[in-house]
């Protein structure tokens, strides 16, 4: 019993370190206004445009998006862009489209091109496709037809696309994918480049059927000539983590990652931050063959204009046309420059009147490995070059040809002014290009303030491999950082699973000015993830350290690049974030809360049916919660076992981390949170149960009266009606499962089976309070006789007191005769005996009376404690099928009955059982196949734990089957001893037949 307690005490505190976790992650988010709004500049319109599956699915649109001008194109059908589809997600809106649209509309304007993109964008119904997977097949049919009715519309165009761009958010995205793997396998090529914007392409957080398992499952497509990119909105998108966005084959990465944006976006803020919209249609107008004013078809060229714009933008176009590799010829005018110390800063308060070239030597000395420049305020597009400096101009030499380098810097995030931050290695510059003798870089004339850091090191003063604090939660100083440094990386081998996280402190210890820019970079090399912090005067909070996607087998170490300023020299510290990490637990494990609720509940119910086997007693479940958890080692045994047989056995469906040990303190904590989480809903269950029994019955007769616009009186004897004839709930619960959806009579279903147990918690209530008023009178009836015997004691012993005393005045007395002393002597010997008889019968009486009560209890006890077993099976798969009553109450215009509805099974099994349940005086306490029963409920844990953390329909079905087992053994041995005793009668019957026979063959 004390581990018990401790085991309690210890879920306890983790459960309150979890929702600590869980308002950080919910609260620990960039502020919504670093993504700007994306503004229309007229009014959008969306032109409807009908194909032939209008008729099969009325409920979904095709729409064409016009603004302005455009608008009266679209309706007259003329079309003559490139054409884009926009798929919406999770109860997403046709409408999504216009941030796309309009900036595309807009910078076609601007630009002058001489092609435009034309937006199309398909309604549909803002239907619930993350939560139920049928609809996701009715959704890819609509999206195939439209592909193919979108390219028909160009039909009269000279330049005919041939292809569609296809942009999905969120489950649309999945939709957009499974569209593209249908038509791979047709053979049909009429997608160019697919975008996924906050997609899980992965697979689902939670899957609650079959048809939505299945669906991702045949989504995988290979085709080369398709440019497939996947964007995550990062940390703020608390819908879909960044690691199930991942899509094989496709450029993967984090909307922090991409230059001018680095802003994290959360799952609705995708759409319209304006500086992604910009960045995605940079790279689509990019992408445009200019020759035939369509999508190119180097599928290489369009990749490679898709990583320059999103993984790694040089401001530059240069590293697309190929000249990287070749010499040329390059404007030399200008001051040339070369200062031959390691580190200095080019400070032109004043801009430039002419043009002038900065020269840095190439040798192979140690000390200057690498250089570091970064540049602020540079507009120049091409600034960095490699060059040999052979020719004389003046007093300088200076290069005549150059190699470009540009493509090797990058556009660095920033807090104040443009900055622009090249990393090279010199000497690989120099091994490859012997004849080569500096790097130069160039500013141009300009009146803006430009400045220019440069650093000249070899690659270890530069860079620190840091090993983390595992259990200290004191802030630890790591170093400092090297006076007038302009880059530092930190690299944490260590840190590689999204449980980790820590506080990084970056403290000014001296400053030449007052006012400091550095910033921060955490870069996760494996998820093209890069999170930046800025440090001023002003922002001093610290960095949050961690990753959101697991590192895989031999993947590149974690880094913090510090892009400092080289007037300030760095104290640098790390602590570990405790709070943080159950954060990251809420965020990344709270889908799998499912799957251990259901664990914990199977350990608890098979200890009761354990009890019930050995005591015909249906113990309370908070006691069955408590002895359950003696069975928990099975849990830890298959997930052991599911560890050593990878080879056999399908992975666990929560592995999120390679690294086992992270999986198993997460799962453990779950459980833990899980067992608590049970034992709070169960109290506030048994508080509702007996506080609100007015209060449900009140509600239940509004919704009755509203819904069969009945009157309230009318409706409370219909109520009581129905409770004493409950076979006609359960008629109605199947009637529903056929006209509406299985989801709909499990929840109707529910709130009678709550009334039915709040009247039978009042009659409990009733007769615990009469038990312990009988017991009680019982008690001082008791203690009165004791006293009643007690003065008869004493009177008779005064009476034998008052016999001696006269037996000496009557001993002379002999006329008696010894007949009649006989006669009396055996009288008083009856007397005495029936005295004797009538006590023990007064005692086995009041054992009566005391027990009957008792015996009424227990089967008070039995019955509401097996009900509200039974209830939470019912309450777990009702919960489990609300998807189903969602999508069918959304779709209720369309048509008034779900199909295909995966909810009609579980609805079906408990609408019947409820005909049993409700109807007979349950439960039977027989000992009789309980055993079997428990060794069932142990086999469904494991597979619950490992196998429903994600496809939770398992653990749907699971209940369900768990609910008919438990009648059908409730009935069961009913129905043996009925067969029985009638097996007997018949072998009776044939007995006395053949007996009879044969006497008469005698006679």
């Known amino acids: 019993m004390k581990n018990i307690i401790v085991y309690f005490l210890i879920s306890l505190l983790a459960t309150l370190f979890y929702i600590a976790g869980l308002v950080f992650f919910l609260t620990d988010h960039e502020r919504n206004d670093k993504c700007e709004m994306t503004y229309m500049f007229e009014y959008p319109q969306y032109v409807r445009i009908h194909h032939e599956l209008d008729e099969l699915y009325p409920k979904y649109g095709l729409y064409a998006y016009g603004e302005g001008r455009t608008t009266k194109k679209a309706r007259n059908m003329q079309f003559n862009g490139i054409p884009v589809v926009f798929l919406p997600g999770n109860a997403g809106s046709h409408h999504q489209v216009r941030s796309l649209a309009s900036v595309a509309l807009r910078k076609a304007l601007n630009s002058g091109t001489t092609f435009h993109f034309d937006y199309f964008t398909i309604d549909l119904n803002s239907e619930f496709s993350a939560f139920y997977g049928p609809i996701l097949y009715e959704q890819l049919q609509y999206v195939l037809s439209s592909i193919e009715k979108v390219l028909e519309l160009y039909k009269n165009d000279s330049r005919r696309p041939r292809r569609v761009v296809l942009i999905g958010h969120s489950v649309g995205g999945i939709v957009a994918k499974n569209a593209i793997a249908t038509l791979v396998k047709q053979n049909k090529h009429l997608v160019s480049i697919f975008i996924a914007l906050a997609s899980p392409l992965a697979r689902e957080p939670v899957y609650f059927d079959r048809y939505a398992s299945s669906f991702y499952a045949s989504s995988s497509f290979n085709q080369t000539n ?182 090797y810097s990058e556009i660095a995030p920033s807090n104040r002014h443009k900055r622009r931050l090249l990393t090279v290695d010199l000497h690989e510059i120099k091994r490859r290009n012997r004849e080569f003798t500096h790097v130069v870089f160039r500013a141009l004339p300009t009146d803006d303030h430009l400045i220019f850091h440069v650093d000249t090191y070899s690659e270890d003063e530069r860079e620190a491999t840091v090993s983390l604090p595992k259990f200290s939660f004191q802030k630890r100083l790591l170093q400092r950082t090297p006076e007038k440094a302009v880059v530092f990386n930190l690299i944490f081998p260590e840190l590689e699973d999204p449980l980790q996280i820590y506080q990084l402190y970056l403290e000014p210890v001296q400053c030449d000015s007052k006012e400091h820019h550095s910033t921060a970079s955490l870069i996760t090399p494996w998820a093209n993830e890069s999170v930046h912090m800025h440090f001023t005067e002003l922002l001093n909070k610290p960095f949050i350290l961690r990753v959101q996607n697991p590192k895989p087998a031999g993947g590149e170490s974690v880094r913090v690049q510090l892009t400092l300023e080289p007037s300030c020299v760095y104290a640098i510290s790390v602590r570990l974030h405790i709070i943080g990490v159950f954060g990251q637990l809420a965020r990344h494990y709270s889908p799998f809360i499912i799957s251990t609720c259901a664990t914990v509940f199977l350990l608890a119910f098979q200890s009761q049916v354990n009890v019930v086997g050995r005591t015909k007693r249906v113990p309370i479940f908070f006691s069955s919660l408590v002895v359950g958890l003696k069975e928990i080692w099975l849990v830890a045994a298959a997930f052991l076992v599911s560890l050593t047989c990878k080879r056999y056995l399908p992975e666990p469906e929560f592995y999120i981390s390679e690294n086992a040990i992270y999986t198993v303190i997460a799962m453990t904590i779950m459980i833990m949170v899980s067992y608590s989480l049970i034992f709070i809903l169960l109290a506030a269950y048994c508080f509702s149960l007996f506080a609100l029994e007015s209060t449900a019955h009140k509600l239940a007769l509004k919704l009755l009266a509203k819904s069969v616009t009945l009157t309230f009186r009318f409706s409370d004897y219909f109520v009581t009606f129905l409770h004493k004839m409950p076979f006609l709930v359960a008629a109605t619960l199947i009637a529903l499962c056929f006209t509406a959806c299985g989801g709909l009579a499990l929840c109707v279903g529910l709130l009678f089976y709550f009334l039915k147990l709040t009247q039978m918690s009042q009659e409990y209530v009733e007769q615990v309070a009469w038990f312990i008023l009988g017991s009680l009178a019982r008690k001082i009836r008791r203690l009165l006789s004791k006293r009643n015997e007690g003065l008869k004691e004493a009177t008779e012993s005064t009476g034998l007191e008052e016999k001696s005393l006269k037996s000496t005045l009557t001993s002379e007395r002999n006329d008696v005769s010894s007949d009649e002393r006989v006669e009396n002597s055996d009288l008083e010997t009856a007397a005495d005996g029936h005295e004797g008889a009538s006590e023990e019968t007064e005692v086995e009486e009041n054992k009566e009376i005391d027990a009957r009560p008792l015996e009424d209890l227990t089967e008070s006890n039995n019955s509401i404690f097996f009900h509200s077993s039974m209830f939470v099976i019912w ?129």
Not at 318 to 332: F, N, P, Q, R, S
Not at 375 to 397: G, H, M, Q
Not at 895 to 915: C, H, K, V, Y
């Open 226 to 407: 398709i440019t497939s990119v996947s964007i995550a909105g990062g940390y703020s998108d608390i819908l879909v983590p960044t690691y199930l966005t991942i899509n094989q084959d496709s450029i993967n990465l984090v909307a922090t990652n991409i230059a001018k944006c680095w802003v994290e976006s959360n799952h609705v803020q995708i759409l319209w931050c304006k500086q992604l919209v910009l960045a995605i249609n940079r790279a689509l107008f990019d992408s445009v063959d200019r020759n035939s004013n369509q999508i190119s078809t180097d599928s290489n060229f369009v990749q490679k204009v898709f990583r320059h714009h999103l993984t790694h933008n040089s401001g530059s176009y240069v590293d697309l046309t190929g000249a990287t590799e070749k010499l040329i010829k390059i404007d030399y005018k200008g001051d040339w420059i070369e200062n031959i110390q390691r580190h200095y800063t080019i400070d032109l308060k004043e801009g430039l009147k002419q043009p002038q070239w900065y020269m840095v030597g190439l040798t192979l000395q140690a000390p200057y490995q690498k250089l570091s420049v970064l540049a602020i305020n540079l507009e120049v597009t091409d600034w960095v070059f490699a060059c040999s400096a052979a020719y004389p101009n003046k007093a300088s030499r200076v290069c005549v040809e150059a190699k470009h380098l540009t493509q």
């Open 875 to 1003: 309450a777990f798969v009702a919960a489990l099928n609300v998807p189903a009553v969602l999508t069918w109450a959304h779709n209720f215009k369309y048509s008034r009955n779900l199909s295909p509805d995966e909810s009609l099974l579980p609805g079906l099994i408990f609408s019947i059982g409820a005909f049993f349940l409700w109807q007979f005086d349950l439960p039977r306490v027989d000992r009789r196949f309980s055993s079997v029963l428990r060794v069932i409920i142990l086999t469904l844990v494991p597979i619950s734990f490992l196998y429903g953390a994600v496809s939770v329909y398992r653990i749907n079905y699971m209940l369900t089957f768990l609910f008919a087992l438990v009648l059908l053994q409730q009935f069961a041995p009913k129905v043996a001893t009925e067969i029985g005793e009638a097996t007997d009668d018949a072998r009776k019957r044939d007995a006395h037949e053949r007996y009879d026979d044969i006497k008469k063959k005698i006679d």
